[in-house]
């Protein structure tokens, strides 16, 4: 592909969330937690959606979330938003370990449901939500927004215009200090780090490059720390074939400060590279916008392009999650972020896990419903 770089300089890289044509198809939320009021009702009002009503177990929560964000209703039991004629799509931000229920429960009133990540803490029950989804005929996705964060969308879009030639290698670090006392449940828990947090790293990749057919992983702790299992993760991805593969390197004990954290992804190929910074985890928890900077032989090989993204992590690609569920229904098509789909991030997910456990690589086509003992 020919293209002048002033041409490029223009060019849309396509990242921004994508709401439906119709946005009055009406949102129930269960759940009104810190991420409900700091990123789904933010985004929410940024794309002009429709919010009919929350629910949460402590009202006097769903009270103040929506009085902040002018929501009409507030529900006192499930079976309320359940049953409301204007809600058909039910978002789910409550803790996985209750995501089933409720995904059941919303299903017999063939409602479609943004399940939360990640989809379950257990492989078998994660079956059981896509069995639900599909057996009601009703559309089920996964808020794992990521995907949408700026420099992770664009970097698709580059990808998949074949700007950097066959993929060799992706790459996401982070090195933080996470305050994990902050979510005193996270703290019990075996894998609290690879469960709520690079989950993220490996949808994101996966959403880039496919499947990985193994993946060889280690975890570790910090002396001291509060939690349980692991702060501090290793994970190398084998793709089909001799040449790709990803890497997911992730401390949360960085103490020097926040002038020495940093997130950081790199995708590299036989025609081109990709460099650039998850700016939300910068001067966390304000953040900052995501940068990315990209080459092509294909376009200039002596030239780094560094396009302007607008938007972030949080509370941007919030938007997005919802916006591809929505888009999808509209379509009468599966969301690119199902249920179905996510089966195969938790495939990994609990390849990792066996991984560390086992000090071997681990085949994703291991972890299934029969055997897996993370059922």
């Not at 507030?74 to 931000?93: N, Q, R, S, Y």
């Not at 949408?148 to 970097?155: C, E, K, M, V």
């Not at 789909?341 to 896990?353: E, G, P, R, S, V």
Request: proline share 5%; net charge negative.
């Amino acid at each position: 592909m020919e293209l002048k770089q002033s041409a490029l300089l223009d060019l849309d890289l396509d990242y921004k969330p994508k709401v439906p044509r119709n946005k009055s198809k009406g949102i129930g939320i269960v759940g009104a937690g810190a991420i409900v009021q700091a990123c789904h009702l933010p985004a929410y009002r940024m794309g002009g959606l429709n919010v009919v009503g929350i629910y949460d177990t402590n009202r006097a929560h769903a009270e103040k979330v929506a009085g902040e964000f002018g929501l009409k209703n507030i529900f006192g039991t499930l079976d309320e938003l359940l049953d409301h004629p204007e809600i058909e799509i039910v978002d789910i931000a409550i803790p996985a370990k209750f995501q089933l229920e409720v995904v059941e429960r919303a299903a017999a009133k063939g409602k479609h449901v943004l399940c939360q990540k990640p989809l379950s803490e257990s492989y078998a029950d994660a079956k059981r939500i896509v069995e639900a989804c599909e057996s009601a005929g009703i559309k089920g996705a996964v808020n794992q927004q990521l995907r949408w964060a700026p420099g992770i969308r664009a970097s698709r879009t580059i990808i998949q215009r074949g700007w950097l030639g066959q993929v060799t290698q992706a790459t996401i670090q982070v090195n933080v200090n996470t305050d994990w006392s902050l979510w005193p449940w996270i703290t019990k828990i075996d894998h609290p780090e690879l469960m709520y947090h690079s989950i993220h790293y490996i949808d994101a990749i996966r959403s880039l490059l496919g499947t990985p057919e193994y993946v060889y992983a280690d975890g570790a702790k910090f002396p001291d720390q509060v939690c349980k299992g692991e702060t501090r993760t290793l994970i190398h991805m084998k793709f089909p074939g001799d040449v790709t593969r990803g890497l997911i390197h992730d401390n949360h004990n960085n103490i020097a400060g926040q002038d020495d954290w940093y997130a950081t992804f790199r995708f590299e190929g036989t025609e081109g590279v990709i460099k650039g910074t998850n700016g939300a985890l910068y001067n966390y928890p304000i953040g900052q916008k995501d940068t990315l900077s990209f080459t092509s032989r294909q376009i200039d090989p002596a030239y780094w392009f560094t396009p302007e993204l607008e938007g972030r992590w949080f509370p941007d690609a919030f938007l997005g999650t919802m916006g591809e569920l929505l888009c999808a229904i509209e379509e009468e098509r599966e969301p690119e972020n199902s249920v179905q789909d996510n089966l195969l991030t938790l495939q990994t997910l609990f390849a990792a896990y066996r991984s560390m456990e086992e000090n071997r690589p681990i085949w994703l086509k291991e972890i299934d419903l029969e055997k897996s003992f993370f059922n």
